[in-house]
């Protein structure tokens, strides 16, 4: 029986150690298993990129701006000499400073009751660009838009600038429209709401 025994003890203890080789293989092939599920996970992974964004740059905004055009000297005519002339004639002139960049501007005026009138604008070289007197209505003083009206300068026709300016006082006050061309320049009679006549020659610069 002891023969038999010790062949039961080593039966039991083949079995006991196959037991244990199989746990131990079992164990390694789960976590072979798991290592392959991982690395299956880890190769199925979705790798998310960040977005293309484009960018589209718009050119700057550009402004146009609108140059008034210069206007051009009446040929022939002096500031200075014109100014004499309003002098001599009790015209008490000084400087304004109200004026385009650019201009000088002279205002004149006589020393009556009723007030005439006389604004000259002109180059820094002595050039009248634009001439604006104004009487009251009915006055001896709207004499002076006569003499404004027949001033000499190139191409000046006073015959012409004379009954022009008739024509438009005698007319019930119908005044000729803007820019109506005598001697080469435009004039412009109107009347300013206050009883007042206000004759334009040539082109002031916008102030």
Same mark, same amino acid.
């Given at each position: &029986? ?15 150690a196959v037991a244990v080789t199989v ?22 992974s979705t790798t998310h990129l960040p ?52 201009? #000088? ?25 634009? &001439? ?11 004499? @002076? ?7 000499? @300068? ?9 009954? @022009?300016?008739?024509?438009? &006082?005698?007319?019930? &006050? ?10 080469? #320049? ?22």
């Amino acid at each position: &029986m002891s023969v038999g025994g010790r062949q039961v003890g080593v039966i039991v203890a083949s079995s006991v150690a196959v037991a244990v080789t199989v746990v131990a293989v079992g164990a390694c092939a789960s976590a072979d298993d798991a290592s392959s599920i991982e690395s299956g996970q880890a190769a199925t992974s979705t790798t998310h990129l960040p977005s293309t964004q484009t960018t589209t740059s718009l050119p700057p905004a550009t402004t146009t701006t609108t140059v008034p055009p210069t206007p051009a000297p009446i040929p022939g005519l002096v500031a200075s000499t014109l100014q004499g002339q309003l002098t001599d004639n009790g015209f008490v002139c000084v400087p304004s400073d109200s004026h385009a960049e650019g201009y #000088q501007v002279v205002d004149c005026a006589t020393l009556s009751d009723a007030v005439a009138t006389v604004r000259i604008v002109a180059t820094p070289a002595d050039e009248v660009v634009a &001439m604006e007197g104004s009487a009251y209505i009915g006055t001896e003083d709207q004499r @002076w838009l006569d003499f404004l009206a027949t001033r000499t @300068w190139d191409g000046a026709d006073p015959s012409a600038a004379q009954a @022009w300016l008739d024509a438009a &006082m005698t007319s019930s &006050m119908v005044l000729g429209p803007p820019g109506t061309n005598v001697g080469g #320049q435009p004039f412009h009679l109107y009347a300013d709401g206050t009883g007042r006549l206000i004759l334009d020659i040539g082109v002031a610069p916008p102030v």
